[in-house]
């Protein structure tokens, strides 16, 4: 079992900056991929970041030089350093947790409890 606990969320005005952290506990694999998912209101779930441990980071294209992740493998914790932040950035973000990835997909996913980010305009 593995739990996630996210913090950082909260509310700024466009352009503010916020960082997201999640930390996991419990049976970690060590070639694990740790990411931040987001979902706006009305909308599905979409991946905003991810980084496999001693991988290179993937963004979504719309977070592209405003958003870094980055994670502390001693803590077991992924960041998301969001900057320029903007209105649409607006949704609840989730951590998310995959154990291990073969050539034949992905195997134990967890979720986080999920952290409001709002922009104001």
């Known amino acids: 079992q593995l739990q996630l606990v996210e913090s950082g969320g909260g509310t700024v005005q466009a352009g503010g900056s916020l960082r997201l952290a999640c930390s996991a506990s419990?049976?970690?694999?060590?070639?694990?991929?740790m990411g931040w998912y987001r979902q706006a209101l009305g909308k599905q779930r979409e991946l905003v970041a991810e980084?496999?441990?001693?991988?290179?980071?993937k963004y979504k294209d719309a977070v592209k030089g405003r958003f870094t992740i980055s994670r502390d493998n001693a803590k077991n914790t992924v960041y998301l350093q969001m900057n320029s932040l903007k209105p649409e950035d607006k949704a609840a973000y989730y951590c998310?947790?995959?154990?291990?990835?073969?050539?034949?997909?992905?195997?134990?996913?967890?979720w986080g409890q999920g952290t409001q980010v709002t922009v104001s305009s």
């Open positions: 419990g049976n970690i694999f060590s070639g694990n991929v």
């Open positions: 980084i496999m441990n001693g991988g290179s980071p």
């Open positions: 998310h947790y995959i154990a291990y990835c073969t050539g034949y997909g992905c195997y134990e996913d967890y």
